[in-house]
């Protein structure tokens, strides 16, 4: 019959098409969580990938476990307001999957804010579409930055950031970037490729030793600093010995 070809032909409705660029900022945001993969250089295995999609602005933070209340800490770095309608302001909506992490301490803590956290359907991430398909393009981006600067895996949290950061400072179609739509104005701090040559202020030189010391940029930090990586210090080690570091006092090779 008719209704059996129906019920035989049934299949999992698509997303919505959608540009992801509708409304204000912070009117809605979609929040997932990625990985598990192998750990990074400070044992954390997995990313909290933002996207906010009134503005186009995106953010993530590496956590060591799923938690919820390691998910809250990596969310309120992301969006620190505790309101909707007074600056600094948190999402007005908030899409998340139907993961455990967003439950118990994190659902509590940001429902008190006034936001409405939206979950997807179960075992369906076309429901939460928008930041589900940034999460592929992070990951392949941040593939690429690693292996354009030559740095090993255990990088991918840096290169990660570092190449949502830099996509967030780029004019979109609307000749302004994600970044000025979200916070009203501009970075002045300079992008720069992941793992570029710089040379940075050591303050623990030696008596006769020369203050710049070889490191490479893998990030960026507030007040326009830096985060450098001491190159020589983890080559020498083999490795072993991550020194890293947040600096103005910074001079990059062109």
Same mark, same amino acid.
Request: aromatic letters at 10%; glycine letters at 12%.
């Given at each position: 019959?008719?209704?059996? #070809?129906?019920?035989?032909?049934?299949?999992?409705?698509?997303?919505?098409? =959608?540009?992801?660029?509708?409304?204000?900022?912070?009117? $809605?945001?979609?929040?997932?969580? %990625?990985?598990?993969?192998? /750990?990074?250089?400070?044992? +954390? *295995?997995?990313?909290?990938?933002? +996207?906010?999609?009134?503005?186009?602005?995106?953010?993530?933070?590496? &956590?060591?476990?799923?938690?919820?209340?390691?998910?809250?800490?990596?969310?309120?770095?992301?969006?620190?307001?505790? $309101? #909707?309608?007074?600056?600094?302001?948190?999402?007005?909506?908030?899409? %998340?999957?139907?993961? *455990?992490?967003?439950?118990?301490?994190?659902?509590?803590?940001?429902?008190?804010?006034? =936001?409405?956290? &939206?979950?997807?359907? /179960?075992?369906?991430?076309? =429901?939460?579409?928008?930041?589900? $398909?940034?999460?592929?393009?992070?990951?392949?981006?941040?593939? *690429?930055?690693?292996?354009?600067?030559? @740095? /090993?895996?255990?990088? #991918?949290?840096?290169?990660?950031?570092?190449?949502?950061?830099?996509?967030?400072?780029?004019?979109?179609? =609307?000749?302004?970037?994600? @970044?000025?739509?979200?916070?009203?104005?501009?970075?002045?701090?300079?992008?720069? /490729?992941?793992?570029?040559?710089?040379?940075?202020?050591?303050?623990?030189?030696?008596?006769?030793?020369?203050?710049?010391?070889?490191?490479?940029?893998?990030?960026?930090?507030?007040?326009?600093?830096? &985060? !450098?990586?001491? %190159?020589?210090?983890? !080559?020498?080690?083999?490795?072993?010995? !991550?020194?890293?570091?947040? *600096?103005?006092? !910074? +001079? &990059?090779?062109?």
């Amino acid at each position: 019959s008719c209704a059996s #070809w129906g019920r035989a032909k049934l299949k999992r409705e698509g997303a919505f098409a =959608t540009s992801g660029g509708e409304g204000q900022p912070l009117e $809605r945001v979609g929040v997932d969580l %990625v990985g598990p993969t192998l /750990p990074d250089v400070h044992g +954390r *295995t997995l990313l909290v990938n933002s +996207r906010d999609l009134g503005s186009g602005y995106r953010d993530c933070n590496a &956590i060591a476990d799923k938690q919820p209340s390691s998910v809250l800490l990596a969310y309120n770095d992301m969006y620190p307001g505790t $309101r #909707w309608d007074q600056p600094p302001q948190c999402p007005r909506e908030l899409g %998340v999957d139907s993961g *455990t992490e967003f439950l118990g301490e994190f659902y509590a803590e940001v429902s008190k804010r006034g =936001t409405k956290i &939206i979950p997807g359907l /179960p075992h369906r991430s076309e =429901t939460n579409a928008v930041v589900e $398909r940034d999460n592929g393009e992070l990951q392949r981006g941040a593939a *690429t930055t690693l292996d354009t600067a030559g @740095f /090993p895996y255990r990088f #991918w949290s840096y290169a990660a950031k570092h190449y949502q950061h830099n996509r967030t400072r780029v004019p979109d179609t =609307t000749g302004k970037s994600p @970044f000025l739509q979200r916070f009203g104005y501009e970075d002045p701090q300079e992008l720069v /490729p992941f793992g570029c040559l710089a040379y940075y202020h050591h303050d623990e030189h030696l008596k006769f030793e020369g203050r710049g010391r070889e490191g490479a940029i893998i990030g960026y930090d507030a007040h326009s600093a830096y &985060i !450098v990586l001491d %190159v020589r210090r983890y !080559v020498e080690s083999g490795g072993h010995q !991550v020194s890293i570091y947040s *600096t103005r006092d !910074v +001079r &990059i090779d062109r």
